[in-house]
């Protein structure tokens, strides 16, 4: 699984379009084995980030949850926690 993708479900506010863009993206990199495609796989890169960034949409347009939404924040701060406790502190 790529780190970069995060999980864009049930968050207050949700996800925007440059997120699911964005995990939509980093999934075709990571399959593709290619940060930048050439220019004769540029079409089909791009077409790939489309296709995968309209199924993610319309994937959690259609989930259903009965749990409270997230916070952004307090997710953010729990990440920070874990990188903390997995790479010490940044002050050193």
Same mark, same amino acid.
């Given at each position: 699984?790529?780190?970069?993708?995060?999980?864009?479900?049930?968050?207050?506010?949700?996800?925007?379009?440059?997120?699911?863009?964005?995990?939509?993206?980093?999934?075709?990199?990571?399959?593709?084995?290619? @940060?930048?495609? =050439?220019?004769?796989? !540029? +079409? &089909?890169?791009? #077409? /790939?980030?489309?296709?995968?960034?309209?199924? %993610?949409?319309?994937?959690?347009?259609?989930?259903?949850?009965?749990? @409270?939404?997230? =916070?952004?924040?307090? !997710? +953010? &701060?729990?990440? #920070? /926690?874990?990188?903390?406790?997995?790479?010490? %502190?940044?002050?050193?």
């Amino acid at each position: 699984m790529c780190r970069n993708i995060r999980t864009l479900h049930n968050f207050e506010p949700p996800a925007t379009e440059e997120e699911v863009r964005a995990a939509a993206l980093q999934y075709v990199r990571k399959i593709s084995g290619t @940060a930048k495609p =050439s220019k004769a796989n !540029e +079409a &089909a890169f791009t #077409r /790939a980030v489309d296709d995968v960034a309209e199924a %993610s949409s319309r994937l959690l347009a259609s989930l259903v949850t009965h749990a @409270a939404p997230r =916070s952004r924040e307090v !997710e +953010a &701060a729990r990440a #920070r /926690a874990r990188a903390e406790q997995r790479f010490g %502190s940044a002050a050193a």
